[in-house]
């Protein structure tokens, strides 16, 4: 059986570069007049969702420990002064635009006056190092030397850089942010906040979906339980995990090595020290965390620390936001290639209604108060 705990990346921003461009092009406008029955011309505005080559855009990168990481810096204008926001990727291995499944976020936060930062993980696109190699702390730590050099590059935007990150970035942003004095907000869109509690959700989603009973479902998660305090004890070892696991695609050893790495990752800790003013949001069908738990221990702990907290979940929506009725799938190999073009069809409204405006609007609604609150 596939490691629950493994699984974090979600179905957030399928990648168009699957698909061949003309037949995405001629079947992607025919999809979106079936399935979504909005007026045609739309399908122009979707596909245009995945060009900024009119868009200033600087490339800039930064050193961390002993890897260069390659990024991009879009601004919607060439003398933009205002917010940024810096994209931290979630699992796996991600280019700065995510095979370029981030563009229609970027593109409608661009028409909203906020520039975006990404960087290629370390050891993907052009940046050197493995991200594998990484911990939650590395991670984090890599999103403070980005912080950094954008801050560097572009001082008229100093008190108004942030972070907006997916999924596994609920781990990294609180712990980042905490090292920023100046950091201006943060977005935490699907964040889970213990990893073997997303792992349990994760699986029982999984195996409810393949038509197992409640009670097959308890005794597969307890079994788990019992086998990753085998495979994940302190003394054991990548030949400990083979000899225990029964998945016919076993982990690759540097895969096992993260996982060994940070499961026990926790945010309550870092989210409970957290000073800037943060926007988390879930989407009500998630598949990948367990939205309703989450947000209520982010409640629990952010409500009242900032008077611009806020935690939503996103009706009909999935774990990166996109409307479930169409996108709800865990995994980005599992959405069909109708699904993707259809994505490329619609740009930024293959998201749930109100997700940009909701989370511009906040950002600039923080980042333009008048007196900070420290």
């Known amino acids: 059986?596939?490691?629950?705990?493994?699984?974090?990346?979600?179905?957030?921003?399928?990648?168009?570069?699957?698909?061949?461009?003309?037949?995405?092009?001629?079947?992607?406008?025919?999809?979106?007049?079936?399935?979504?029955?909005?007026?045609?011309?739309?399908?122009?505005?979707?596909?245009?969702?995945?060009?900024?080559?009119?868009?200033?855009?600087?490339?800039?990168?930064?050193?961390?420990?002993?890897?260069?990481?390659?990024?991009?810096?879009?601004?919607?204008?060439?003398?933009?002064?205002?917010?940024?926001?810096?994209?931290?990727?979630?699992?796996?291995?991600?280019?700065?635009?995510?095979?370029?499944g981030y563009l229609p976020l970027i593109n409608a936060l661009l028409d909203s006056g906020i520039g975006i930062y990404s960087w290629d993980k370390a050891g993907v696109g052009k940046s050197t190092g493995n991200w594998l190699s990484q911990s939650m702390n590395d991670r984090a730590n890599e999103a403070v030397a980005a912080y950094d050099a954008i801050k560097t590059a572009h001082p008229g935007s100093r008190q108004q850089i942030g972070f907006i990150g997916f999924s596994q970035a609920g781990w990294v942003i609180p712990k980042a942010s905490r090292m920023i004095p100046d950091n201006a907000f943060n977005v935490i869109i699907g964040g889970a906040v213990n990893w073997q509690n997303q792992g349990d959700f994760y699986t029982r989603?999984?195996?409810?979906?393949?038509?197992?009973?409640?009670?097959?479902?308890?005794?597969?998660?307890?079994?788990?339980?019992?086998?990753?305090?085998?495979?994940?004890?302190?003394?054991?070892?990548?030949?400990?995990?083979?000899?225990?696991?029964?998945?016919?695609?076993?982990?690759?050893?540097?895969?096992?090595?993260?996982?060994?790495?940070?499961?026990?990752?926790?945010?309550?800790?870092?989210?409970?020290?957290?000073?800037?003013?943060?926007?988390?949001?879930?989407?009500?069908?998630?598949?990948?965390?367990?939205?309703?738990?989450?947000?209520?221990?982010?409640?629990?702990?952010l409500i009242g620390r900032h008077p611009e907290n806020e935690v939503v979940v996103i009706p009909d929506a999935t774990h990166g936001l996109l409307r479930s009725n169409l996108f709800n799938y865990q995994l980005s190999s599992e959405m069909p290639t109708s699904r993707q073009m259809l994505y490329v069809a619609l740009g930024r409204y293959a998201y749930a209604p109100g997700t940009f405006d909701k989370i511009a609007g906040w950002i600039k609604q923080v980042v333009e108060a008048s007196t900070p609150y420290r």
């Open 1 to 100: 059986m596939v490691l629950a705990a493994t699984n974090l990346k979600g179905c957030a921003v399928p990648s168009p570069r699957r698909i061949r461009y003309r037949r995405l092009v001629r079947v992607a406008i025919v999809l979106f007049v079936l399935l979504v029955a909005v007026p045609g011309s739309l399908a122009l505005i979707g596909l245009s969702d995945f060009d900024i080559s009119n868009r200033p855009t600087e490339q800039i990168s930064f050193s961390h420990d002993d890897a260069v990481l390659s990024g991009s810096l879009i601004l919607p204008d060439a003398q933009h002064t205002g917010p940024i926001a810096l994209l931290v990727h979630g699992d796996g291995p991600q280019d700065h635009f995510a095979g370029d």
């Open 205 to 301: 989603q999984r195996l409810l979906a393949d038509g197992a009973t409640q009670e097959d479902i308890e005794r597969q998660i307890e079994r788990n339980h019992v086998r990753d305090t085998v495979i994940f004890a302190p003394d054991a070892s990548y030949a400990t995990y083979l000899a225990k696991t029964s998945d016919p695609s076993p982990m690759a050893s540097d895969r096992y090595a993260f996982v060994k790495r940070n499961i026990a990752s926790d945010a309550k800790a870092d989210l409970a020290q957290l000073e800037t003013p943060t926007l988390a949001m879930w989407g009500h069908d998630d598949l990948n965390v367990d939205a309703k738990s989450d947000a209520d221990i982010y409640r629990d702990i």
